[in-house]
Nanobody, 123 residues
Framework: QVQLVESGGGLVQAGDSLSVSCVAS????????MGWFRQAPGKEREFVAG???????TSYADSVKGRFTISRDNKKVVYLQMNTLKPEDSAVYYC?????????????????WGQGTQVTVSS
């Protein structure tokens, strides 16, 4: 079993930066990859970024490429550094983990989810 706890959300202005983090509990490498997803009111949950835990290989949604960076450390923490934030980045951001191979953006492959942290970007 893996438990995920996000932190670091908040209210910022457009153009600002913000970092969110997610701490995982459970046996190390009981997951193969972790990802960040977001969901705005009235919209479906969407992939933001993902990282394969053993190699560090990453994947990003087109909407955040060049602005967001996902990273992980050896303490079971995954980070999402968000720069040049836009109002359309406002959403609840969720951390998720998966034990399967395949495409990182595939939301259906993630079986462990955190409770989410709110990110609000004002214009």
């Amino acid at each position: 079993q893996v438990q995920l706890v996000e932190s670091g959300g908040g209210l910022v202005q457009a153009g600002d930066s913000l970092s969110v983090s997610c701490v995982a509990s459970g046996r190390a490498f009981s997951w193969l990859a972790m990802g960040w997803f977001r969901q705005a009111p009235g919209k479906e949950r969407e992939f933001v970024a993902g990282v394969w835990w053993s190699t560090g290989d990453t994947s990003y949604a087109d909407s955040v490429k060049g602005r967001f960076t996902i990273s992980r450390d050896n303490k079971k923490v995954v980070y999402l550094q968000m720069n040049t934030l836009k109002p359309e980045d406002s959403a609840v951001y969720y951390c998720a983990a998966r034990t399967s191979i395949g495409r990182l953006p595939d939301v259906n492959e993630y079986i462990y989810w955190g409770q989410g942290t709110q990110v609000t970007v004002s214009s």
